[in-house]
């Protein structure tokens, strides 16, 4: 009866060490292995204060636990994760944001404005300058039909691509998209049009290829300048025109853009878009050199 007695008092006094050390001491949970593997194993964690948790397999759950596929850790929060990942901060928290790749984009043709949707706070943007015009030389005249010349090309307009922080309360952007330059007519006497800018705003801007010289050397229009690569920046300078003998010849191309216009033939005389620079006159000088194509801005958020 005493041995009995000595194992009841040390038994209690194991459990009151154990309640004195859950109340007094930061607790470690570590779940093992079990054989036969029972049906479940489940730990519930209540605490206020710090609870860190490590794994080497299977998975660390809050929230739902129906899910079988192994090695991950799943954070359930209602509907506020739909469509958005885990971001850390430099604090090491974490929140749902918007996942960091861009899901949406919109193409501009035209010049006009874009309004920062709700929630984003940054954006991927691409600017095209319009393609310069083509132009003929001092032998390419009226009353000179047939004779080869040396036709001038437009030059290509320049590319620029950046990611920028924008805020979805400020004012919307501007978005300007460039003109192609028109090509010049049959003759020394009309100098291809430059292409214009595009931009976003003020954040970036490429500047168009400039126009062909119709003197008796020919000048060929040069490519627009991209903005300078530097950060999140990156440019590329449109194509320098090449001019023509005869039927050779093409516009520049647009940076990271579409080709220029074919002096060979007149109906693909003029730039592809977005930015190729307007084709040479051919020697026939039966229609004027080819126009630049119009520049382009694409945003992606």
Wanted: proline content about 5%; glycine content about 24%.
């Amino acid at each position: 009866m005493r041995r009995n007695s000595f194992k009841k008092i040390l038994i209690l006094a194991v459990l009151g060490m154990t309640v004195l050390s859950k109340d007094l001491c930061t607790e470690s949970l570590v779940l093992s292995t079990y054989y036969p593997v029972p049906y479940g194993v489940y730990a519930t964690l209540i605490t206020t204060a710090q609870t860190t948790l490590a794994r080497n397999s299977g998975q660390v759950v809050i929230g739902n636990i129906n899910n079988p596929r192994p090695n991950v850790l799943r954070i359930i929060d209602g509907n506020e994760a739909v469509g958005r990942v885990l971001v850390s901060d430099a604090s090491g928290n974490t929140g749902w944001q918007v996942s960091p790749g861009f899901s949406q984009v919109q193409i501009y043709d035209a010049s006009g404005s874009w309004a920062v949707p709700g929630g984003v706070n940054r954006v991927m943007v691409e600017v095209w300058g319009g393609g310069g015009g083509g132009a003929s030389d001092s032998s390419d005249l009226p009353s000179h039909p047939g004779i080869p010349g040396d036709g001038c090309a437009g030059g290509g307009g320049g590319y620029g691509r950046g990611i920028f922080g924008v805020n979805s309360l400020g004012s919307p952007y501007s978005v300007v998209v460039g003109n192609g330059g028109a090509g010049g007519d049959c003759g020394a006497t009309t100098n291809g049009g430059s292409g214009g800018s595009s931009s976003f705003g003020s954040l970036i801007t490429a500047s168009g290829g400039t126009g062909a010289t119709p003197t008796a050397s020919c000048v060929n229009g040069s490519g627009g300048s991209g903005p300078g690569t530097s950060g999140n920046v990156f440019g590329i300078n449109g194509g320098v025109g090449l001019g023509s003998t005869g039927i050779m010849g093409m516009g520049g191309q647009g940076g990271n853009g579409g080709a220029g216009g074919n002096a060979a033939n007149p109906v693909n005389k003029d730039g592809i878009r977005p930015g190729g620079g307007g084709g040479p006159m051919n020697y026939s000088c039966t229609t004027r050199a080819g126009d630049g194509a119009p520049g382009r801005v694409v945003i992606y958020w």
